[in-house]
């Protein structure tokens, strides 16, 4: 492929002008200046810009440039060619200032906030102070839905590019692993275990993986499979690395083989609804001894004052006020 799209978000611009840029990393490469896709039809400096975003804010040498440009093949005229690519460069994004020149050679100036990874670092730090699973396995689910594909594929043939795309697919299972975490933590075993499996046979490796598969699958009535999982994760490390699993995994496996209760799924959560007042008080029924006694009081007219009171705590059955009776007051 010989053209890439690069996306930016805010900076300063030729003339005091105010670019939005955004680059895109993750996946194909794109660029957007000022809501605009900036498009190169050319393929060497667009090898060039990828270049010089995967070593944003680093200077590169002009010697490793054409290295990268050209390898064993280079030009006589590669240093002056260079030069010209970084002219069209820096016209294309409309800011000079955008790739600098000094002694180390030329950087690329990203400013914070202008990467789609910078999207994606903002939300697993903001998953990791969650403590609710839901969120953090939302916020992370969104970290995740960023990657649009391998990160600049279409440059794979470029060290630099191979460089950021390991560290990149790294951080990527890391991610990955951190919102299963989540979804099991949430009861979700069942809906995980066609996404472990991939991710296993993806990272064969990674042991992470095969614990949470094994997790789910146990939780799922499936220990069996379980268990097999763990052996053919150990075989793979034992051939491949020499060595035997990690304790994480290693505990997981006695844990399933021994059916150890804290492999149980989580109980479930629900919201409790709050039910705690008393119930209106009821009217003043059911006391007919205390109620043949007020009348006697009324009925039988002592010379004395008489003065009666209805006292009790709340909900034993004291009349409410439209139902208490009317009494006279004797002398």
Known sequence: MTGFTVVSWTRPALGGKAFAMEFGLLGSLRVVVDGRPATLDQPMPSRLLAVLICRAGTPVSVDALIEELWGGTRPATARKTVQLYVHRLRRMLGD????RHGAGGYTLVIHPGERDLDRVEDLVRAARATADPRGRAAKLADALATWRGTPMAEFAGL?????LTDRLADYRATVLEMRVDADLELGRHADLVGELAEAVAHHPLRERFAAQLMLALYRCGRQAEALA?????RDRLVAELGVEPGPELHDRHLAVLRADPELDPPARWTAVRAAQLPPAPQP????????DRLDRLLTDRPAALVISAI???AGVGKPNPENWHTFKITH
Do not use: C, K, Q
């Open 159 to 163: 060290s630099a590019v191979r460089a």
């Open 96 to 99: 000079p200032d955008r790739i």
């Open 229 to 233: 999982v763990y052996r053919r994760t």
């Open 284 to 291: 003043f029924t059911g006391r007919t001894a205390e109620l």
């Open 311 to 313: 006292s009790g705590t």
